[in-house]
């Protein structure tokens, strides 16, 4: 069951990667992303995250794809740009033999290694929510605290970028 | 059981998907959406190791991950209506200039 879960999972969230990058449309390209994002999601319940699903629907569905979108919608752009740089051809299927290649290269080898201090029969104790703000605010608060920072730049520097600037002579502004 | 090795593949080849669009598309908000599938890629990658050797921190840098995500794409999203306001276009190769 689980196995045709990640199946499912696992190919449409490959195929619909492949959609947003080979679309022409923008704005078909953001809708292919969404369902990128809805699968991986999918694939994070499967490995017991489900604080991290609930971050990834709330926060890359609901936040950043919208903001995508409301951009994509305000600049109202054409689609009937040139679609590829023609050189970039020549490197498709080089970069295709070269992920076949790694593929094989990684589904061959076992991936062992020493296990951690958080078994899934301690995690389900309390939720894996639980332990992951337990472990967030211990260990990691010093990182918590720059993403904190990190984020207010974003914002602010978001802000100064997009602002209206104040009116100027178009013939100085060009050139 | 789904051994690791799977969710590792489907990580790759979703990161090498993304690094094609950010190499082959000119629009300039489709790479910043490749850019958003190759952090979703690294994502798989460190909540799957998470779950299999045990461990919460994988889970934690995922969450970085994505708090730096949200950030990336709120300022590059300014920056292509800053460029947008002056040059009507989102093509990449039309954008050479720092200033003007």
Redesign the interface.
Known sequence: MTLVFFAYFALVSIVSGVLTVALRHPVHCALALLALLLHVSGLFILLNAEFLWAVQVIVYVGAILVLYLFVLMLMNLKTDERYFHPSALYLVGPAILGVVYVIFLLLQSPFDGAKGTAPPSVVLQDGGTYAVGIKMFSDHILQFEIVGIFLLGAIIGAIVLAKTPKTMDPKEERS | ??????????S???F??????V?????F??V???V??ML?AA??NL??F????????G??V???V??????????G??????V?R?KIS??VDEMNLLK?
């Open positions: 059981m789904i051994p690791l090795s799977a969710y590792t593949a489907v790759a080849v979703l090498m998907t993304g690094l094609l669009g190499l082959v598309r000119r629009n908000i489709i910043l959406m490749s958003e599938m979703n994502n798989i909540v799957a998470s779950h299999y050797l045990e461990s919460m921190a889970q934690l995922a969450l970085f994505i708090a730096i995500a949200a950030g990336e794409a709120a300022v999203l300014a920056i292509i209506i800053v947008f002056g989102t093509n003007w």
